[in-house]
Nanobody, 114 residues
Framework: QVQLVESGGGLVQAGGSLRLSCAAS????????MGWYRQAPGKQRELVAR???????NYADSVKGRFTISRDNAKNTVYLQMNSLKPEDTGVYYC????????WGQGTQVTVSS
């Protein structure tokens, strides 16, 4: 099971940007898909963005055009570039690896103030 460590969260004003990183403990080259999920207080965890081994991406409708997911196989790292942040983007962001079963990171807090 791959270990995942997220970083890059923090407090930002609405309209600002953050870049989250997810560092894996081993190669992600053969991992079927990597994704970012978030969980707001009192809400269920939801998919934010996902990227497959072949580079195909999909996004939640609420973040399309603002967030970009990418993967650097050489660095075993997945990124989430978040622009034009809104208060409703606030939550704990989790990285996940899908390889027949799902592995999760510990999460990183993102807080967007209005």
């Amino acid at each position: 099971q791959v270990q995942l460590v997220e970083s890059g969260g923090g407090l930002v004003q609405a309209g600002g940007s953050l870049r989250l990183s997810c560092a894996a403990s081993r190669s992600i080259f053969n991992i079927n898909a990597m994704g970012w999920y978030r969980q707001a207080p009192g809400k269920q965890r939801e998919l934010v963005a996902r990227i497959t081994r072949g580079g195909f991406t999909n996004y939640a409708d609420s973040v399309k055009g603002r967030f970009t997911i990418s993967r650097d196989n050489a660095k075993n790292t997945v990124y989430l570039q978040m622009n034009s942040l809104k208060p409703e983007d606030t939550g704990v962001y989790y990285c996940a690896a899908d390889e027949g079963f799902r592995s999760w990171g510990q999460g990183t807090q993102v807080t967007v103030s209005s």
